[in-house]
């Protein structure tokens, strides 16, 4: 016999059908209140999500079911929008100070759309626009699900230390599969860097609260996933193409 409260056995007799009905309706009853004060949460809370949602939403879009996750292409800006503030002291940048487009990447090690932005977007972009940008770096290591980004950051800023960042970020990027002391310690190797000084940069932590301030930094502005970027404040989301950067830079060189 199924357990399902809307079966009535045949045996029993209409006088209990009757019965169960009557109680049925007194269970009705006596719920009502309760479905109607229900049904006043719910609406509340349906209505008071629609109505509490935050600027951030509007800028940053991440992966499904992850506060903070590497980051697919997206629609990159909306023009209701403020640019941010966001300032570069102490980051390796490349580019000339005084050029007229300042891009501002927060990037993870380990992340797979940050290794494809460098081939496919990063290089071309740069030889497009040699006096025009000046790009700068910034370490977003997402840690719950890149074990090995925080490290690989560290590991940059002592390459930064000496002077070999851009190979070394370049390095990290076309040997993801490989991240650990080994690889870095190859790396610095084959850039002739100082063995010793390296090793003991990244043993010791050197770096590490460089690291949690760009982190932090990013937080702050609302980033939430890698790569985003910032391009003279104006917020781009993701492994973009470069047409999207392309757009934004022309734009903007228009208003120079």
């Not at 190797?189 to 050197?206: A, G, P, T």
Request: proline letters at 5%; one cysteine or more.
């Amino acid at each position: 016999m199924s357990i399902n409260g809307n079966e009535i056995p045949s045996n029993i007799s209409d006088q209990s059908d009757k019965f169960i009905v009557i109680r049925r309706s007194y269970f009705y009853i006596a719920i009502a209140p309760v479905m109607f004060v229900c049904g006043l949460a719910v609406g509340f809370l349906i209505w008071g999500d629609q109505n509490i949602k935050s600027v951030d939403e509007k800028v940053l879009t991440v992966t499904e079911n992850s506060p903070i996750a590497d980051t697919e292409e997206i629609e990159y800006f909306d023009e209701s929008l403020d640019r941010f503030d966001v300032k570069s002291s102490n980051d390796p940048c490349i580019g000339s100070p005084d050029a007229p487009i300042t891009v501002i990447e927060f990037s993870d090690f380990q992340c797979g759309y940050c290794a494809r932005f460098v081939d496919s977007t990063l290089i071309p972009l740069l030889e497009s626009y040699p006096d025009e940008i000046r790009f700068c770096y910034k370490d977003f290591p997402l840690e719950s699900i890149h074990p090995e980004a925080f490290a690989a950051s560290e590991a940059a800023e002592c390459a930064f230390e000496q002077d070999q960042f851009w190979q070394f970020h370049n390095g990290i990027f076309w040997n993801q599969s490989k991240l650990g002391v080994d690889l870095y310690l190859d790396l610095a190797d084959s850039l002739k860097m100082d063995l010793d000084q390296f090793q003991q940069c990244i043993e010791s932590n050197k770096y590490r609260s460089r690291v949690v301030e760009d982190f932090t930094i990013g937080r702050d502005l609302g980033v939430t996933g890698t790569p985003t970027f910032f391009v003279n404040g104006i917020p781009l989301v993701g492994a973009q193409p470069i047409e999207s950067f392309i757009g934004i830079i022309e734009s903007e060189l228009t208003q120079q």
